[in-house]
């Protein structure tokens, strides 16, 4: 079981290190975002985790400010040989792996679900509503293959982990009542992803990326609501992000632990946001 995890591991930064390749300039604008970013941030806690992290995806935020006109993106993705599915910057390339180009909501122009972005179309990227903390607070890291003996590498900007946590508050909180049978295992690991951060960062330094957040117009009403919802989700040992978390760790023995260590980040977390 192990070993499928890590070779998941391997291959969704491998189908990572392909999109950058393939975006080539436009790569400047893309900032990374979901799992992956979460875990670049985590990596020096993985050890303590008793869940090993595991992703299929690649998520990336693009800038519409800073993308050029061309190459179109659609054309550059599938010469890599990346699949545009049916729906807007969701690409996939081989097997369950996939890479989203996605734009946050607020940046994204009019519409449902495909980014306005000009010469490259409606197709080329998805909106996301959560993610415009992405544009604000980033910074660039060395992105490494996971194949062992490899020396592929990209430099990348990386979602700040309050964004992230932004993020995957969004995420969760708009789908918790939606999947509750049969089990949604995504979403266990998107809540999960919210206590890797929770346990990673100093709450200190999560309060003044957040206070960032919220001092920019782009991102302080999805800052706003998403400390809301995260108030109702993760602060007591009966809501129902704390149990989503409880539910993907699957082990009955450290249930109570589990509980008790998610609420008392999260509490922490909305004590310390509310005196700074």
């Not at 659609?74 to 081989?94: I, T």
């Not at 409880?246 to 249930?255: C, E, I, L, S």
Request: charged share 25%; aromatic share 4%.
């Amino acid at each position: 079981m192990e070993a499928g995890i890590n070779q998941a591991r391997i291959d969704a930064r491998e189908a990572l290190l392909d999109a950058v390749d393939a975006l080539g300039s436009h790569s400047d604008a893309g900032v990374l975002v979901g799992a992956q970013a979460v875990y670049a941030h985590s990596e020096s806690e993985d050890a303590s985790f008793s869940v090993s992290p595991f992703t299929y995806d690649a998520d990336i935020v693009l800038d519409p400010e800073l993308l050029r006109d061309t190459p179109p993106i659609v054309d550059v993705m599938e010469c890599a040989g990346f699949r545009l599915g049916d729906q807007p910057g969701l690409y996939s390339k081989g097997g369950p792996y996939r890479v989203d180009l996605l734009v946050p909501e607020a940046v994204g122009g009019p519409g449902r679900r495909g980014a306005r972005l000009g010469a490259h179309g409606t197709r080329a990227a998805m909106k996301v509503r959560g993610l415009e903390g992405a544009l604000v607070s980033h910074e660039r890291k060395t992105i490494s293959s996971l194949a062992p003996g490899a020396g592929r590498s990209c430099n990348l900007k990386v979602a700040g982990p309050a964004a992230l946590l932004v993020a995957k508050v969004h995420k969760v909180g708009e789908r918790v009542g939606e999947h509750e049978s049969p089990r949604n295992r995504q979403l266990d690991k998107d809540a999960f992803d919210i206590y890797r951060l929770l346990r990673a960062i100093d709450t200190a330094d999560m309060v003044s990326e957040l206070r960032l957040l919220k001092s920019h117009e782009v991102s302080r009403q999805v800052t706003s609501d998403a400390l809301s919802m995260f108030q109702k989700l993760f602060c007591d040992p009966t809501d129902a992000g704390t149990q989503l978390v409880v539910r993907h760790v699957a082990n009955p023995q450290n249930d109570d632990f589990i509980a008790a260590s998610s609420v008392a980040l999260g509490q922490d977390l909305i004590s310390a946001v509310a005196e700074s």
